[in-house]
């Protein structure tokens, strides 16, 4: 059971915008700005796509961006494409077990 | 380039203990960075295990925090788990990965299976 909350699933058509949520508390998402998303296609390792909320590792594409409001932060994939389709992590550092995950969302292009 | 590579047993008995190596090509793990282990099942989801700093300071989730070590041999550039008296709820997919100071990770191997059973 994951502290951070994701919706099972998120859809849009391709060029489209969306955007998939994580939603935390005070010891998590609320206490620090310390909140990284992953990206994991079928069969393959996590992939680094956002750090500290709203940075961009280098070679990432622009079309991913993050944000935060309070206790919940966010994930926009812009133009959305078919190798979007993935499963999206959120991770926060907490106060209490160190780093912890959302419980995955799924992206379907349609 | 920085790879990661996990080896170690993919079966491991009820009550035995689970050791996974992570082999680091490209980079000094005694250099910068920690280093650390994450697992992922269907029931769990993703879960960080721990973590090895570059000086060898170790952080541990703290429900295993009894049953879980991390060790690193600078010599071999290879840093390991050791988690004893494991279970079938132990059983998934290990990840070594690269970790910024335990809070993100930004490079990880390809995982290895690990499935606990008789």
């Known amino acids: 059971q994951s502290a951070l909350n994701q919706p099972a699933s998120v859809s849009g058509s391709p060029g489209q915008s969306i955007t998939i949520s994580c939603t935390g508390s005070?010891?998590?998402?609320?206490?620090?700005?310390?909140v990284s998303w992953y990206q994991q296609h079928p069969g393959k390792a996590p992939k680094f796509i956002i750090y500290?909320?709203?940075n961009r590792p280098s070679g990432v594409s622009n079309r991913f961006s993050g944000s935060k409001s309070g206790n919940t932060v966010s994930l926009t994939i812009s133009g959305l494409r078919a190798e979007d389709e993935a499963v999206y992590y959120c991770?926060?550092?907490?106060?209490?077990?160190?780093?912890?995950f959302g419980g995955g969302t799924k992206v379907t292009v349609l | 380039q920085v790879y990661l590579q996990e080896s170690g047993p993919g079966l491991v008995k009820p009550s035995e203990t689970l050791f996974l190596t992570c082999n680091v090509s490209g980079y000094s793990i005694s250099s910068r960075y920690y280093w650390g282990w994450i697992r992922q099942s269907p029931g769990r989801g993703l879960e960080w295990l721990g973590t090895?700093?570059?000086?060898?300071?170790?952080y541990y989730r703290p429900s295993l925090k009894s049953r879980v070590t991390m060790l690193r041999d600078t010599s071999k550039n290879h840093f390991s788990l050791r988690l004893s008296s494991v279970t079938a709820a132990d059983t998934g997919t290990y990840y070594c990965v690269r970790d910024s100071g335990v809070r993100d990770f930004d490079l990880w191997g390809r995982g290895t299976l690990v499935t606990v059973s008789s």
């Open positions: 005070s010891i998590d998402v609320g206490a620090y700005n310390y």
């Open positions: 090895v700093s570059h000086g060898g300071n170790t």
């Open positions: 991770s926060s550092f907490t106060s209490v077990t160190n780093p912890e």
């Open positions: 500290d909320v709203t």
